[in-house]
Nanobody, 118 residues
Framework: QLVESGGGLVQAGGSLRLSCTASHTVFVIMGWYRQAPGKQRELVADITRDGVTNYFAEHLKGRFTISRDNPKNSGYLNSVYLEVNGLNSEDTAVYYC??????????WGQGTQVTVSS
């Protein structure tokens, strides 16, 4: 129930905005992981329901920004965004949206591919 969008092929130095939307659960924490070819999945950043950044990978600060939209009124639509700038080949990876539900379950998106060409 996490739907991602915004990945693609981009030239080195370019920018992308990744989006992830959930429509049935207001997640306590939402964030982004990435997995580069041949490497383990790593947490990029995550953010609480109140918009407080919970974690941010130190080596990505300054180039990446995480933000979140919360539901309006009594709805369930909530989204998390990842702005990525100054992309380089090391940023090539599948980016996964992740959410922690109020009852503690982990939820994952299907992943969106980001490929940086030199």
């Amino acid at each position: 129930q996490l739907v991602e969008s915004g990945g693609g092929l981009v030239q080195a130095g370019g920018s992308l905005r990744l989006s992830c939307t959930a429509s049935h659960t207001v997640f306590v924490i939402m964030g982004w992981y990435r997995q580069a070819p041949g490497k383990q999945r790593e947490l990029v950043a995550d953010i609480t329901r109140d918009g407080v950044t919970n974690y941010f990978a130190e080596h990505l600060k300054g180039r990446f920004t995480i933000s979140r939209d919360n539901p309006k009124n009594s709805g369930y639509l909530n989204s998390v965004y990842l702005e990525v700038n100054g992309l380089n080949s090391e940023d090539t990876a599948v980016y996964y949206c992740h959410g922690i539900a109020p009852w503690g379950d982990d939820h994952w998106g299907q992943g969106t591919q980001v490929t940086v060409s030199s």
